[in-house]
């Protein structure tokens, strides 16, 4: 590790002086805390990124797996997205009008996803924050479900974890309104009998929830818990929310279309407008009547539920844009490819040197977890985690031009990823393993 540091701050001598200056007017010298958490002794400030491509201030040059965590798994810049959003920049931003995007781009949304009847935001928190609000209203219940290690955005309902039993806030969750117990409940991924229980209250308004971990990095449903889970909260008259934003990896429909799952409300964000800041809810037609049943249209601007640029044009014309040209039904499939291509390199080399490790894949998204099980929990995957192996590992990597997610050992795969790139993170594991082994 101290070599590595030695490296990176040897190569990184504008990142420092910029961050050094930040620091004068930024808060930890970054425009927002979690920049400061990348590895490194000091955040990298990058020029500019194209592609699956990224130039850092310093001219060093990257092969960008992280993509945004999510946000740019267009790849950096897609030309149709870019062009979309050019014109309309010069026609007009935001009006609180509604612009001639918005139709086709919710037709679209239906295509892709099953639901009827769509909402746009600027951010997935803002859309599971509008949802949550939603199905409280229209069931009169209290409390939502969400499980072990989750992550939902900053939704203050959702920064929980699960500890003996109970739900608590989490680690960092900053000035909670209420305690957490107040308004959630919380259970670990793939527990039948624990989702069962809870429901059984009879006061949870919705469960909340991905198809599959992500943020904890990834964890799978067992075979037959999403079935369980949609059968329980029908059952319990309990709201089904897919949060779609990271599953979106699975393919154009996300995990809810690639698997025929039936939710009542889907949310998304960050992935569908290239970049630019947008977010979307869904419902079912079902659950749309009672919304409106239950809408005081003279107060619709001050409900809890909405936004002055919510819905702008600028977010509409990107979005349209990226959906129609760029994260087609071709551009999946060959991400897809990339994302199997990337798990067998990693398995590979497990294979080779024997490490205790797992390889886990999500359509193309792909992780590898420091741990000799595949987690089936929040807590299970939270529990392999080693902070100190996994920060050597992230830089590196970084120190070799390969960009991973922050936090995890998270690889995106976008339109633009080619095999080649794929080798490269391949063959530098293999080099960081042989290190690890015969240290």
């Not at 900053?154 to 957490?180: F, H, K, M, Y």
């Not at 985690?385 to 590196?396: E, M, N, W």
Request: charged share 20%.
């Amino acid at each position: 590790m101290s070599r590595e540091l030695e490296t990176f701050e040897a190569s990184h001598p504008r990142s420092r002086e910029i961050h050094g200056q930040a620091g004068e007017a930024l808060l930890s010298g970054v425009p927002m805390n979690w920049m400061t958490r990348w590895p490194g002794s000091f955040p990298v400030f990058f020029e500019e990124a194209k592609g699956n491509r990224l130039t850092d201030v310093d001219g060093n040059r990257m092969i960008d797996f992280c993509l945004g965590d999510t946000g740019a798994m267009t790849g950096h810049s897609p030309e149709p997205t870019v062009a979309a959003a050019s014109r309309r920049l010069a026609r007009g931003i935001t009006t609180m009008l509604p612009s001639e995007d918005a139709l086709p781009l919710g037709q679209e949304m239906m295509r892709r996803f099953g639901l009827a009847h769509w909402q746009f935001s600027l951010s997935a928190s803002d859309a599971n924050r509008f949802s949550i609000r939603l199905c409280r209203e229209v069931t009169g219940r209290d409390k939502i479900l969400v499980f072990n290690h989750c992550y939902h955005g900053s939704v203050d309902e959702t920064v929980a974890r699960l500890v003996d039993g109970e739900p608590v806030q989490r680690i960092g969750n900053i000035g909670p309104p209420v305690p957490i117990a107040e308004t959630t409940r919380v259970v670990e991924f793939n527990d039948f009998e624990g989702l069962e229980r809870e429901l059984a209250h009879g006061d949870v308004a919705c469960v909340l929830m991905e198809p599959a971990l992500t943020n904890i990095g990834i964890v799978l449903p067992v075979d037959g818990y999403l079935e369980a889970v949609r059968r329980l909260t029908r059952e319990h008259g309990t709201l089904l929310i897919n949060d779609e934003t990271h599953t979106f990896c699975c393919g154009p429909g996300g995990y809810t279309k690639a698997h025929g799952l039936d939710p009542d409300m889907i949310t998304i964000g960050k992935p569908i407008a290239g970049g630019i800041p947008t977010g979307a809810y869904g419902m079912t037609d079902e659950l749309a009547e009672r919304v409106l049943e239950r809408t005081v249209w003279e107060a619709a601007d001050v409900g809890g539920v909405g936004g002055t640029l919510a819905g702008n044009a600028l977010s509409m014309a990107a979005a349209r844009a990226t959906l129609s040209e760029v994260l087609t039904d071709d551009a999946f499939a060959h991400m897809i490819e990339m994302g199997e291509r990337f798990e067998q390199g990693v398995q590979s080399v497990i294979d080779e040197t024997g490490l205790a490790w797992t390889v886990t894949r999500l359509g193309c998204r792909a992780e590898y977890m420091l741990g000799a099980e595949r987690p089936k929990s929040g807590q299970e995957a939270s529990d392999a985690f080693d902070p100190a192996l996994d920060a050597l590992l992230h830089l590196y990597m970084l120190n070799r031009g390969i960009l991973m997610t922050p936090f995890h050992m998270m690889a995106l795969m976008c339109p633009e990823t080619q095999p080649e790139d794929v080798d490269a993170h391949t063959a530098t594991l293999g080099e960081a393993a042989a290190e690890l082994i015969s240290a």
